[in-house]
């Protein structure tokens, strides 16, 4: 029997726990998922790639169907080089299904062998972004219930070094 993968796109920057979530519940459905951090996404990123990767790899280390890869190119590209029959991502609002939705469509017209799954956030994440987690960091806030520790850790260090840059906060946001 064919191995079933799906594989999870995103920039994570950072892994949060919606987007581990998501990853659970979509490695319950799956003999593998393949968390593919994208390594060149047309907005400014707060962590390297390498950082994306590590900090995604230590919130999911536990769970052995999981493995965490980075790519470039289109999203279809990396799903064949996994072998993977399926991408899926992760609804919060409405308008979260407008963009996944198009990309949906363009990815059937791309690769009509690879489907598209989505799944709906659990109400206690789907007002959490990775945004959102790092401008509630720093701005001081507890962020503690919405990113593993090691996550945290590493937002603060970015918030410390920001603040140490000309004594101002700088916006995490951009």
Do not use: W
């Not at 919130?59 to 980075?70: F, G, R, S, Y």
């Not at 993977?84 to 017209?109: C, H, P, W």
């Not at 090691?150 to 140490?164: F, I, T």
């Amino acid at each position: 029997m064919t191995e079933r993968i799906v594989i999870y796109p995103g920039t994570f920057d950072p892994i949060h726990y919606g987007h581990i979530d998501i990853a659970l519940r979509a490695a319950s459905l799956f003999d593998r998922l393949i968390l593919g951090v994208y390594d060149r996404p047309n907005k400014h990123l707060l962590f390297s790639k390498e950082d994306r990767v590590a900090l995604a790899r230590d919130a999911l280390k536990d769970v052995p169907n999981i493995e965490v890869a980075t790519y470039s190119g289109l999203t279809v590209d990396f799903a064949r080089t996994c072998d993977a029959q399926a991408i899926v991502r992760g609804l919060r609002v409405i308008s979260d299904f407008e963009l996944e939705y198009q990309m949906a469509l363009t990815n059937q017209k791309l690769a009509p062998d690879v489907e598209m799954l989505c799944l709906m956030t659990r109400g206690e994440y789907a007002f959490i972004s990775s945004s959102i987690v790092k401008e509630i960091c720093n701005l001081g806030g507890d962020i503690s219930d919405m990113v593993p520790a090691v996550v945290q850790e590493a937002l603060e260090l970015k918030r410390d070094e920001g603040l140490h840059h000309g004594g101002r906060i700088i916006s995490l946001r951009d």
